[in-house]
């Protein structure tokens, strides 16, 4: 039995949703790090509400998306035969 993931969009073998970390990662950390630096440094309260603001509401839709996502499939192949 082939219990291998076919390569992803990065070319490793493992699973999408590992290169969606990955992009994820990358594209919020360097936010939080500009958003921190414009706090500190600057004083602008208000940008670093709105990026967080921003990224907080972003990651809730997607979570969300994916939780409709995942429950759909589940009940698709539970109940999938039946339909």
């Known amino acids: 039995m082939n219990t291998l993931f076919p390569p992803s969009i990065f070319g490793a073998r493992c699973d999408v949703l590992m290169d969606i970390v990955v992009v994820s990662m990358a594209v919020i950390l360097p936010l939080l790090w500009y958003s921190f630096k414009k706090v500190r ?7 670093h509400k709105n990026i967080q603001l921003t990224m907080f509401i972003r990651g809730k839709i997607g979570m969300w998306d994916m939780a409709l996502t995942c429950i759909t499939g589940l009940v698709l ?3 999938g035969f039946m339909l």
């Open 41 to 47: 440094y600057e004083h602008r309260y208000k940008l």
């Open 77 to 79: 192949y539970v109940f």
